[in-house]
């Protein structure tokens, strides 16, 4: 029986939606001037600043999968998060003082800051969210409101972060946008554990996320032997003048060997395969969708960068700014896609989550295909307008708005109970895999340097990269193509879901 439904929110509930607002501010500050201090301060090239942003932003998802076994079974909610939060704060000074040196010691910094973010993101991401649901009684109708007030802060994070160190590391220098970054986590820790003692209590007022476990030596050598590993990878190809991509290995290979573990179940009934099989095969749909998607902090920035008209009334907005476009969006669209999906449902009409996730590629597709028609017989040192990648932005939010949300709720309504930290693990590694795609992907831009000098010629699966118009016709062909396939198989795979929607 469902639980009474409460007037208003747990205190609590306001205690995670400004942590976490501090935390997306942090990372999003950091992730909208990453790629540009990469290619303006260490004079890196393109290609190479896509494939450490790549590989960066798949192992951020990643990480979560060992941060949330140990916060289960050894740490709790409360101390994973200040470990996170703390590992973070210190990985954003390392950016600090990576972009206050030069030459090798400011790569060797960066190293170790990607490696702090890398593994405090793990563990701080999936226990913050966890920590909502546990205000609440189980059946509290209150949850789904909950979830979406803590959305908000997530966006609003989002949204200022561009604004603000953007503006520091692009109108003064890198270095104090990192600087903000670091500052926000800290912020956001220090409100955490001020307050977590009296904010973070149950219906019955009884503390939520506490230690399960002692944290023994065996588990801080994991998480060391975590920071070691994470930091080898990241410096491999530095460090061995290699161009074996050990990163993408790792990530990729994780992907085809979570599905075989699972599948290979031999306590799984055909219901329960056949719905996780639904959720594996839309994974790998979802590689397509957010390795075009996540183009944003990439080659999108670049473009912003060098091939964008960012001037209004004289003054030149910085290239990140155009990041703060998506989570400005997501708040404005976000009540009308809800309302849309219940009037749709009400009549009968609502389409299968399947169905909901090929519209959400088409869009993505339909964004490259605006920036497209803009770039057609675009110069090297020519430049578009500013609305042109704003409305890219804004398609591309409507195409999230359909994909990202749908998919999740997809994943715990098909999950087995007993599978459902696992499943839902896997579709977060979906997620770095499409990130370290992403970065793959964004290599491919054409041309290097600012000034349009040096142009090269890329290819990807024999189609030869000419410029700006060949790099997203890749984009509106993939996801294109995936789209259709996905909207095709939609009917088979609501068969599979056997009448979950």
């Given at each position: 029986?469902?639980?009474?439904v409460?007037?208003?929110?747990p205190?609590?509930?306001?205690?995670?939606?400004?942590?976490?607002?501090?935390e997306r501010?942090s990372?999003y500050?950091?992730?909208a001037?990453?790629?540009l201090?990469?290619?303006?301060m260490?004079?890196?090239?393109?290609?190479?600043?896509s494939?450490?942003y790549?590989s960066?932003t798949?192992?951020v998802?990643?990480?979560p999968l060992?941060?949330?076994?140990?916060?289960?079974r050894?740490?709790?909610?409360?101390?994973?998060?200040?470990?996170?939060g703390?590992?973070?704060?210190?990985g954003?000074?390392?950016m600090?003082?990576?972009?206050?040196?030069?030459?090798?010691?400011?790569i060797t910094?960066?190293?170790?800051?990607?490696t702090m973010l890398?593994i405090?993101?793990?563990?701080f991401?999936?226990?913050i969210?966890?920590?909502?649901?546990?205000?609440?009684?189980?059946?509290?109708?209150?949850?789904?409101?909950?979830?979406t007030i803590?959305?908000?802060?997530?966006?609003l994070?989002?949204?200022?972060?561009?604004?603000?160190a953007g503006?520091l590391?692009?109108?003064?220098?890198?270095?104090?946008?990192?600087l903000?970054a670091?500052i926000?986590?800290i912020i956001?820790?220090?409100?955490?554990?001020?307050?977590?003692?009296k904010?973070l209590?149950d219906?019955?007022n009884e503390?939520?996320g506490l230690?399960?476990?002692k944290?023994g030596?065996a588990?801080?050598a994991?998480v060391?032997g975590a920071?070691?590993?994470?930091?080898f990878?990241?410096?491999?190809?530095?460090?061995f003048?290699?161009?074996?991509?050990?990163i993408?290995?790792?990530i990729?290979?994780a992907?085809?060997l979570?599905p075989?573990?699972?599948l290979?179940d031999k306590?799984?009934s055909?219901?329960?395969r056949?719905?996780?099989?639904?959720?594996?095969?839309?994974?790998?749909?979802?590689i397509?969708?957010?390795g075009a998607?996540e183009?944003?902090g990439?080659s999108?920035?670049?473009?912003?960068?060098?091939?964008?008209?960012?001037?209004?009334?004289g003054w030149?907005?910085?290239a990140s700014?155009f990041q703060?476009v998506?989570p400005l969006?997501?708040?404005?669209?976000?009540?009308l896609?809800s309302s849309l999906?219940?009037?749709l449902?009400?009549?009968?009409?609502?389409p299968?989550s399947?169905?909901?996730?090929?519209?959400?590629l088409?869009?993505?597709?339909l964004g490259?295909v605006?920036?497209?028609?803009?770039v057609y017989g675009?110069?090297a040192?020519?430049?578009?307008?500013?609305?042109?990648?704003?409305?890219?932005?804004?398609?591309?939010?409507?195409?999230e708005?359909c994909?990202?949300?749908i998919?999740?709720?997809m994943?715990s309504k098909l999950?087995?109970l007993r599978?459902s930290?696992?499943l839902m693990?896997?579709?977060?590694?979906?997620?770095?895999?499409?990130n370290?795609f992403?970065?793959?992907?964004?290599?491919l831009?054409?041309?290097s340097?600012?000034?349009?000098?040096g142009a090269k010629?890329t290819?990807f699966?024999?189609f030869q990269i000419?410029?700006?118009?060949d790099f997203?016709?890749?984009?509106i062909?993939?996801?294109?193509?995936?789209a259709v396939?996905l909207?095709?198989?939609s009917?088979?795979?609501?068969k599979?879901?056997?009448g979950?929607?």
């Amino acid at each position: 029986m469902d639980t009474p439904v409460q007037k208003g929110h747990p205190r609590g509930l306001y205690l995670l939606f400004m942590t976490e607002m501090w935390e997306r501010f942090s990372y999003y500050g950091m992730r909208a001037i990453f790629v540009l201090y990469m290619t303006k301060m260490l004079l890196m090239g393109d290609a190479e600043a896509s494939e450490i942003y790549g590989s960066y932003t798949g192992l951020v998802y990643l990480t979560p999968l060992l941060g949330g076994y140990l916060s289960d079974r050894f740490l709790g909610n409360r101390r994973s998060i200040e470990i996170g939060g703390v590992l973070m704060a210190i990985g954003q000074f390392f950016m600090f003082f990576s972009a206050s040196t030069s030459g090798t010691n400011a790569i060797t910094l960066m190293w170790v800051g990607l490696t702090m973010l890398i593994i405090g993101n793990g563990f701080f991401k999936p226990n913050i969210s966890t920590m909502v649901g546990q205000l609440y009684p189980k059946g509290d109708r209150r949850v789904d409101s909950a979830f979406t007030i803590f959305y908000m802060g997530i966006n609003l994070g989002a949204f200022f972060a561009p604004l603000i160190a953007g503006t520091l590391a692009e109108k003064v220098d890198f270095k104090w946008g990192f600087l903000a970054a670091g500052i926000g986590m800290i912020i956001g820790l220090i409100t955490f554990m001020v307050q977590k003692n009296k904010l973070l209590v149950d219906e019955n007022n009884e503390p939520i996320g506490l230690p399960t476990n002692k944290f023994g030596i065996a588990q801080f050598a994991m998480v060391v032997g975590a920071i070691g590993m994470i930091f080898f990878f990241m410096n491999f190809k530095t460090m061995f003048k290699s161009d074996l991509d050990i990163i993408g290995y790792l990530i990729y290979g994780a992907m085809i060997l979570m599905p075989l573990l699972v599948l290979t179940d031999k306590g799984l009934s055909k219901e329960e395969r056949d719905r996780i099989m639904v959720i594996f095969i839309l994974a790998f749909f979802v590689i397509f969708f957010w390795g075009a998607f996540e183009q944003a902090g990439a080659s999108l920035t670049i473009f912003a960068d060098r091939q964008t008209d960012r001037t209004i009334f004289g003054w030149e907005m910085p290239a990140s700014y155009f990041q703060s476009v998506n989570p400005l969006a997501i708040i404005l669209l976000a009540p009308l896609f809800s309302s849309l999906w219940l009037n749709l449902g009400n009549r009968g009409k609502e389409p299968s989550s399947p169905k909901k996730m090929a519209i959400g590629l088409a869009l993505v597709a339909l964004g490259y295909v605006v920036i497209a028609f803009a770039v057609y017989g675009l110069g090297a040192l020519d430049k578009v307008s500013m609305f042109w990648l704003i409305a890219l932005y804004v398609i591309h939010t409507m195409g999230e708005l359909c994909l990202s949300p749908i998919g999740l709720s997809m994943v715990s309504k098909l999950s087995p109970l007993r599978f459902s930290s696992l499943l839902m693990g896997t579709w977060f590694l979906a997620n770095a895999a499409a990130n370290k795609f992403a970065g793959t992907l964004s290599a491919l831009i054409p041309g290097s340097g600012e000034d349009g000098q040096g142009a090269k010629t890329t290819s990807f699966l024999g189609f030869q990269i000419t410029d700006l118009f060949d790099f997203f016709l890749v984009f509106i062909v993939m996801c294109g193509i995936a789209a259709v396939i996905l909207f095709a198989m939609s009917r088979w795979l609501e068969k599979k879901m056997h009448g979950v929607n």
